[in-house]
């Protein structure tokens, strides 16, 4: 089984952020790659475990970019990819990317926002590949 599955929301901006930002999906991937080969190891900044706002506690992150060192180079960037992992960390669920330098309300309501259908997502996602290991819902 593949460690990575990516939700229709995510593949569409991956497709439009490999075309506009090269760059910037580039340091996507190599996050990505990363957080595949260390898999609950990964650490920051490429890696952040553990959304506040997330249903799924510990089991929820994100991949990161950029990082804090190269901020001041990519002002208008603070790209995000949202994703659920199993219990046993034997595979993710890729959510939502966007750029919460962006957002309209600022970087908090980012997640106020993209977090809740994040965990929609992940959710249908078990349902619709029968995925093992599905992490419990933590009582908020």
């Given at each position: 089984?593949?460690?990575?599955?990516?939700?229709?929301?995510?593949?569409?901006?991956?497709?439009?952020?490999?075309?506009?930002?090269?760059?910037?999906?580039?340091?996507?991937?190599?996050?990505?790659?990363?957080?595949?080969?260390?898999?609950?190891?990964?650490?920051?900044?490429?890696?952040?475990?553990?959304?506040?706002?997330?249903r799924?506690?510990?089991?929820?992150?994100?991949?990161r970019?950029?990082?804090?060192?190269?901020?001041?180079?990519?002002?208008?960037?603070?790209?995000?990819?949202?994703?659920?992992?199993?219990?046993?960390?034997?595979w993710?669920?890729?959510?939502?990317?966007?750029?919460?330098?962006?957002?309209?309300?600022?970087?908090?309501?980012?997640?106020?926002?993209?977090?809740?259908?994040?965990?929609?997502?992940?959710?249908?996602?078990?349902?619709?590949?029968?995925?093992?290991?599905?992490p419990?819902?933590?009582?908020?």
């Amino acid at each position: 089984m593949a460690f990575f599955h990516r939700s229709s929301s995510f593949q569409l901006t991956a497709e439009r952020l490999s075309a506009e930002n090269p760059i910037a999906w580039a340091q996507m991937v190599a996050g990505f790659r990363y957080l595949e080969e260390y898999r609950e190891a990964a650490v920051a900044p490429d890696v952040r475990w553990g959304i506040a706002l997330s249903r799924f506690g510990k089991f929820s992150g994100e991949v990161r970019w950029p990082f804090p060192e190269d901020q001041a180079d990519h002002p208008n960037s603070a790209f995000r990819t949202l994703f659920v992992v199993a219990t046993d960390y034997s595979w993710a669920v890729l959510t939502i990317l966007g750029n919460k330098a962006t957002h309209v309300s600022g970087s908090n309501a980012w997640y106020d926002e993209f977090v809740p259908i994040s965990d929609q997502i992940a959710v249908g996602a078990s349902k619709q590949l029968s995925l093992k290991n599905f992490p419990p819902e933590v009582k908020m």
